[in-house]
């Protein structure tokens, strides 16, 4: 049939590499299949898409299948026309197996779970992944952050001092809200129980879910610590079937818990993390664990049943449905723990169905929102997802995943359901009950005259100094505690964190939005707590307000008529007479996200995702000028 | 010295001294050190990331100017603000195309002939090709040291060539190739 066709050296390559590829599993899973059609009707690709057989996970596991057949199973040589064995031999043929095995599946292995002949496609469709990466072949945000945490260490390419001042940032929010100045996020701290890794979207988009975290491990009194290195808990090898990546990145996180020598590496909310970090990264990195590793649900579950914190649910009201993350859930067999815990801190649940190992996908696929140029088939199949979450009625989704935050969050948007998205931590966080304390000012307590007889009380300094919070059984008996002023925090501790005492009189900001009301909301704010503000609604009069008035921050709305925005922020960035000028890009659209962050130019100091609330534009603005001083 | 050297061993040639270590290639202290760059030089994402932020817009505004490169071609340009002088952008092979050692080994000579003509003594390498390339890390250290040490054995203003490496597997292929050097 092919006799003399001239095979390229990535298609060599390719089939070469499957050859090493192949294990039981792999090899079962090509042989098993009987073309029945029950993982079709599992597929949301395939809901969405009805009069499609192209989505139909049979159908795409064939054009991997076939390869096998053709190369390394004998009924290929025997009889290829009988099993439709094939080969690819061009760029072309690479490019094409690429848009099935990066465009049309997320991986989220439903159908396996209801495939009668144990067929996992999942499997060997990330098989074909890591092939087609191994060449070269791969979509360009995957390419991205494929590159990013090989050599940066993360996916979302953080620079080591952008974590660690996230990390300040975060720990002195936390002293603010609690009025405690003891309150503390270690980094690198030695000999400790809980190593706590995260996601790197929590340092670049989120990190009001590292301070929720570090307020829990504060209540608990757990002896916790951050890493300065290996702290991504994510691995985008897992999506992207580069096996080197996932044991490199896995290997980073497993060295650094034993350099600290902690006992426990505790996985922030992570769908794909806690998988590849739990489940699969030992094996990838074949490294022997000495350490315990859990989910940080699990985590927060285990404080609440052994009473090291307390938690009052009837401070989150709001109607809430769970959405079961595909690598927690089916592939990791985190089920109940997180219903659990959902229950002890919120007043109102209701499941969605299907549920639990039967969940649909976010469509976020553990790294699929890498890929802009699957985004409107993604959003399509979306469309299940959106039918189960409207039918819950629920105002609020929880899910234990920052990749289905992203994924739901864009669903949701699509569809207009208006549905917020939230995490376990938050809610938990919320929920909180801070074990009250005792603050005894210096200036409240002089004159100690005044409150007994001198001779009657110890010597200065053994009373409480400045400012120190000491629990209540520890407060000197020699301080009456009815005679001295005392103020009590915690208990009512107010869930807006100081935001509001900041002044940003003096500050110059462009406002850049093509929706009225997003600009009107956005001066709004900004001018109540002393900004002038200048409004632009296209690129081109953001970019000459940026050029006349030389502000110190342009909030910039990723879609606006005119011309194209990724444009715009390279013209500033480019500018040097507006090297001091911060951006901080506030969209309802992350997937274009990519027109900023793929140029090469300094990417934006901030990012929001809409709707934005008042605390966090006031939280992130700080942050962003804080950074201009 | 890398404020941030965790593992470190070194290798005597002649007057200059190889050193490996492990650390952020982008963030020492050294006259140059090299980029594994892209045929159009454009800065991308991971270490080039990181140069693009830490080093500013300078740094691809010079890029700009030069390329497209070829295979086994090699630039200098300023380092902008990063701790470095200057940066070696140096276009190696990639992806398992055809002939990588070879490749590598023009690559690294380009290089280094670069490193001499702009007088640097202390220059830093990346484990080239290792990684996100998919070069093994064992072929990289081979190809790396083999021509790294020829050229220290000649005449030479390097004083010190380190090779700073991400990993512990890149770390140990390269200790254990220094040690049959």
């Known amino acids: ?629 | 010295m890398p404020e941030t050297l965790q593992e470190e061993t070194t290798l005597q040639i002649n007057k200059s001294v190889v050193r490996l270590i492990k650390d952020d290639v982008t963030d020492i202290e050294v006259d140059a050190f090299v980029y594994y760059a892209q045929h159009d030089l454009q800065l991308g994402s991971g270490f080039g990331g990181a140069i693009a932020v830490r080093g500013g817009p300078s740094v691809q505004n010079e890029l700009d100017e030069s390329g497209p490169l070829k295979t086994g071609e090699a630039v200098v340009s300023e380092a902008g603000n990063l701790k470095a002088g200057l940066i070696i952008h140096a276009v190696g092979p990639r992806f398992q195309e055809e002939d990588i050692e070879g490749k590598l080994r023009t690559t690294m000579e380009n290089t280094l002939k670069l490193a001499e003509e702009k007088g640097v003594t202390r220059l830093a390498f990346p484990a080239m090709g290792a990684g996100y390339y998919g070069i093994l890390p064992g072929v990289s250290a081979k190809v790396m040291l083999d021509v790294i040490t020829s050229h220290l054995e000649g005449e030479t203003c390097l004083s010190e060539v380190i090779i700073c490496v991400f990993d512990s597997p890149q770390f140990d292929a390269f200790q254990s190739t220094m040690a049959t050097q």
């Open chain 1, 1 to 629: 049939m092919s006799q003399k066709k001239e095979r390229s050296q990535k298609a060599e390559k390719v089939i070469e590499r499957m050859g090493q590829k192949l294990n039981r599993q792999i090899v079962g899973s090509l042989t098993a299949c009987v073309h029945c059609g029950m993982c079709t009707e599992s597929c949301h690709y395939v809901l969405a898409n009805p009069g499609d057989p192209t989505y139909a996970p049979a159908y795409k596991a064939d054009k991997i299948r076939k390869l096998f057949k053709r190369h390394y199973d004998w009924t290929g040589r025997v009889i290829p026309w009988w099993v439709k064995a094939d080969s690819v031999w061009t760029e072309e043929d690479l490019e094409e197996l690429k848009d099935t095995v990066f465009g049309k599946c997320t991986n989220c292995r439903r159908c396996t779970l209801n495939c009668p002949m144990g067929v996992d496609y999942a499997t060997f469709n990330r098989m074909a992944r890591g092939l087609l990466v191994s060449v070269g072949v791969q979509p360009e945000g995957v390419a991205v952050v494929s590159k990013d945490q090989w050599e940066l260490g993360n996916q979302m390419g953080v620079l080591k001092e952008d974590y660690l001042d996230t990390l300040e940032w975060m720990e002195e929010e936390l002293q603010d809200e609690l009025e405690d100045p003891s309150v503390a996020i270690p980094v690198d701290k030695s000999d400790c129980t809980v190593m706590y890794a995260i996601n790197p979207r929590e340092v670049k988009y989120d990190p009001r879910s590292i301070a929720d975290a570090a307020k829990i491990f504060h209540a608990a009194g757990e002896s916790w610590t951050m890493p300065s290195e290996g702290w991504d808990q994510t691995n985008f090898g897992l999506f992207s079937g580069d096996d080197a990546l996932g044991g490199s990145v896995a290997r980073r996180l497993y060295e650094k818990v034993i350099e600290l020598n902690a006992s426990r590496l505790v996985i922030s909310e992570c769908g794909h993390g806690y998988r590849s970090t739990r489940c699969e990264g030992p094996n990838w990195a074949a490294f022997d664990i000495p350490f315990e590793m859990e989910s940080s649900v699990l985590t927060m579950l285990r404080y609440i049943r052994e009473g090291r914190i307390k938690v009052d649910k009837s401070r989150n009201t709001q109607l809430v449905t769970f959405h079961d993350s595909c690598n927690n859930a089916r592939s990791c067999g985190l089920f109940e723990e997180p219903r659990e815990l959902l229950n002890l801190v919120c007043e109102n649940f209701q499941e969605m169905y299907p549920n639990r190992a039967e969940n649909y996908c976010c469509t976020g696929g553990g790294g699929a929102m890498s890929m802009s140029e699957y985004t409107p088939n993604r959003l399509k199949s979306g469309v299940v997802k959106a039918d189960q979450l409207k039918e819950t009625g629920a105002e609020v989704v929880v899910t234990s995943c920052h990749n289905c935050v992203d994924g739901l969050s864009d669903v949701i948007r699509h569809y207009e359901l208006g549905i917020e998205v939230t995490q376990l931590v938050n809610l938990v966080a919320n929920a909180l009950v801070i074990e009250e304390k005792i603050v005894v000012p210096v200036e409240e307590v002089v004159p100690v005259e005044e409150v007994v007889p001198v001779e009657e009380v110890v010597p200065v300094e053994e009373v409480v100094p400045v400012e120190e919070v000491v629990p209540v059984e520890e407060v000197p008996v020699e301080v009456a505690v009815e005679e001295v002023p005392v103020e009590v925090a915690g208990g009512e501790v107010p869930e807006v964190v100081s935001a509001d005492a900041m002044s940003l009189a003096g500050r110059v900001i462009v406002v850049a939005d093509d929706e009225p009301d997003q600009v009107e909301f956005l001066a709004t704010v900004l001018e109540d707590h002393g900004a002038t503000i200048y409004r632009a609604a296209t690129g081109d009069e953001a970019l000459e307000l940026a050029r006349r008035e030389k502000p110190d921050l342009l909030t910039l709305d990723l879609h606006m008529p005119g011309r194209d925005v990724g444009e715009v922020f390279e013209m500033l960035r480019e500018d040097p007479e507006l090297e001091e000028l911060k951006v901080c890009v506030i969209t309802g659209r992350p997937e274009l996200r990519k027109l900023i962050y793929d140029r090469s130019v300094r990417p934006p100091e901030g990012y929001l995702d809409k709707p934005v609330d008042e605390e966090r534009l006031l939280l992130n603005v700080r942050k962003i000028l804080e950074l201009a001083d």
